[in-house]
């Protein structure tokens, strides 16, 4: 990390590296720093780890004692001033002896400064100030850009390198935008660099706004964890490092937005000024782990944004580019869906095992495209992404009430309807005043209604929830876990939520036959619902023993192929009204027999 300082209160968030092989001596160091504000500490007890947590953490400063076991301060501090990257890492010895030979010793091999053991703690603070506010003058220097105050190319090159190394390590994906203001040129020949530099100054204001706004979304969203990074490498040309994405997507939406706000008019020294950008877009892995080849794929992308023209932004791999224009279209197309009416429910009945009896139905969502009819699972999470699984998802809750009412009135059919929700829909804050709009516009006994939630859904804000979930089962709605198992619950947290029915996973159902483990997780399901006084629902049941097994186990109800897949609501209403269907669907009355 380079140091920027305005005041020594910047330098608070300096990286110190303690280096000591008594645990105590830490601890007092480190305890003397806490009070003088520090707060970002590396501490290395073994001292064979300190070089490679050198590289791992790159502090600002290093605190080391002289003598240790195995490696000695002195051959760490020659082996910080033989690093290429260390040569100038400010290195403070402690040291309790008061030999001269020693001390000569260690200035002879670079040591920045000295400490006498025991520490005075107001010493130390003095002295750690110091060489940081020295580091900082330096990196001031060498590492920013004086014109737009953003670090350089210098410490650039350094984080990206640093950046591919820690994403490898821990497995991560990270993201790098080249950046290029279209034509600047032009700005700087026909107004003048004066205003070319005020130019750069304000986009690289409206950039770093950007760049705060997705952190800030990245909070509260998927993207969580990731952070980003501006650099001014020259001229009209910028780069950003965006650590730790989860998907490309999240550089779009970045790259999106510092498109749209470059866009806005500027006014500079009176005149009016516009300016566009070429983005070229390039992420680890798989394309590459080499800074070098990173930075190349970023700029000719970018280069290739330039010659189409420029205000756009392009992923550096044609597989990329493909997939993020393959998924626009099927944003595109879903923001047109509800309007168009192209969104239509099926139904899936509900059969209690012991009789027989559909005693009620799942809506399940399909959405007919132009290219054909298109399953949950493929668009569901875009919805959920974009937040348009709100709206949708408000659609989904109004035509099965509005249907549930339908087959309750004109139809005389006492079913119940169980309705799928979304994370992002069951966090959002119009949720409860949603549900009672629609229940109130259609007019059904709330308890025909379960709401299906899954385990995941219920992770984040968990007393918000149970508190939700509370009210929803008080006005008389069912709540039930979908895909039960799946998810990591442990059995107090299940205890305390307020529930009617779990259903149990269709994985299980399906490895029942060849797996004895599957048989006895199905079976625990079963018997911990009846515990907590629960009912059960088994999916997907397809085969005839598997049916078998559950009625056996004392199971409520099933749903699958066995029975009847999805259908239309007429299909639905056939299949309860007319007993001679009910008699081709035989297999269920077979296995009761
Ligand atoms: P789910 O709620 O667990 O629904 C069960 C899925 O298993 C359905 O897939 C159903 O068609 C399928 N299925 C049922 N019986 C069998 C069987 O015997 N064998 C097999 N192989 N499959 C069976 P579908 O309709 O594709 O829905 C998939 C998921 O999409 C649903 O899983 C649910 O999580 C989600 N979903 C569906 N509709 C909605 C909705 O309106 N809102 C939300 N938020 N999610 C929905
Ligand atoms: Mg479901
Ligand atoms: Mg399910």
Redesign the pocket.
């Known amino acids: 990390m380079a140091l920027v300082d305005d005041n020594y209160q910047g330098l608070k968030d300096a990286k110190i590296m303690i280096v000591d092989d008594e645990p105590i001596n830490i601890d007092v160091v480190q305890a003397f720093l806490e009070e003088e504000e520090y707060r970002n500490f590396v501490t290395v007890e073994d001292s064979t780890q300190a070089m490679r947590l050198l590289e791992e953490t790159r502090p600002d400063l290093m605190l080391l004692d002289l003598i240790m076991p195995e490696v000695s301060g002195f051959d760490i501090l020659a082996a910080v001033r033989a690093h290429p990257k260390f040569r100038h890492l400010p290195v403070i010895i402690l040291t309790a002896s008061t030999d001269a030979q020693n001390k000569l010793k260690a200035l002879d091999f670079g040591a920045t400064d000295f400490l006498a053991k025991p520490l005075d703690q107001s010493e130390l603070g003095l002295r750690v100030r110091n060489t940081l506010a020295a580091k900082a003058y330096q990196d001031q220097l060498a590492y920013y850009d004086v014109l737009t105050k953003l670090p350089n190319r210098h410490l650039f090159l350094e984080d990206l390198s640093w950046s591919l190394k820690t994403a490898k390590r821990h497995e991560e994906q990270l993201a790098l935008l080249s950046i290029e203001i279209d034509n600047f040129d032009n700005v700087n020949d026909t107004i003048g660099l004066n205003v070319g530099d005020e130019v750069l100054r304000i986009v690289t204001h409206r950039i770093q706004k950007v760049i705060r706004e997705c952190d800030v979304l990245g909070r509260s969203t998927e993207y969580k964890g990731a952070t980003t990074t501006l650099f001014h490498l020259d001229s009209s040309d910028f780069s950003l490092i965006i650590d730790r994405i989860h998907s490309v997507d999240h550089a779009a939406v970045v790259a999106k937005r510092i498109l749209k706000t470059l866009k806005k008019p500027m006014r500079v020294a009176g005149t009016g000024i516009y300016v566009t950008a070429s983005i070229g877009i390039a992420s680890t892995p798989p394309e590459c782990d080499e800074p070098s080849d990173l930075l190349r794929l970023a700029t000719s992308a970018r280069d290739y944004v330039k010659k189409l023209g420029g205000d756009s932004f392009q992923f550096s791999s044609n597989a990329i580019n493909e997939m993020y224009k393959k998924r626009l279209k099927l944003e595109t197309g879903l923001r047109k869906a509800l309007e168009k009416e192209e969104l239509i429910l099926f139904y899936?009945p509900k059969v209690e095992i012991v009789t027989g009896i559909i005693k009620g139905v799942?809506?399940?969502?399909r959405w007919q495209s132009d290219e054909g009819i298109v399953?949950?699972?493929d668009f569901?999470p875009l919805a959920e992404e974009t937040g348009l699984?709100v709206p949708i998802?408000e659609w989904?809750l109004s035509e099965a009430c509005r249907q549930l009412k339908e087959w309750h009135q004109s139809a005389g059919i006492p079913i119940s309807m169980s309705?799928?929700?979304?994370a992002r829909?069951f966090s959002d804050a119009n949720f409860l005043q949603t549900i009672k709009r629609v229940i109130n516009n259609s007019c059904i006994e709330e308890h025909f209604l379960t709401l299906?939630l899954t385990e995941s859904m219920l992770l984040d804000d968990i007393d918000e929830k149970i508190k939700l979930m509370k009210t929803l089962r008080a006005m008389g709605l069912k709540l039930s876990i979908?895909?039960f198992g799946k998810g990591y619950s442990s059995l107090n947290y299940l205890r305390k939520l307020p529930l009617d029915e779990l259903k149990i996973d269709?994985s299980f159902i399906m490895e029942m036959s060849n797996s004895s483990e599957c048989r006895a997780i199905v079976s625990t399901i079963v018997f911990l619902a009846r515990s907590l006084k629960l009912s059960t629902v088994a999916?997907?049941?397809?085969k005839k023993e598997e049916l078998a097994f559950l009625r056996e186990l004392g199971c409520g109800q099933y749903?699958?192929?066995l029975f009847s897949?999805?259908v239309t609501s007429n299909e639905i209403t056939e299949l309860v009204q007319n007993p001679n269907f009910m008699d081709t669907i035989a297999p269920v009355g077979a296995v009761l027999s």
């Open positions: 899936q799942e809506a399940l969502l399953a949950p699972n569901i699984i998802g989904v309705i799928n929700l979304s829909q299906e979908d895909d269709r999916e997907g049941i397809e749903q699958g192929l897949g999805p």
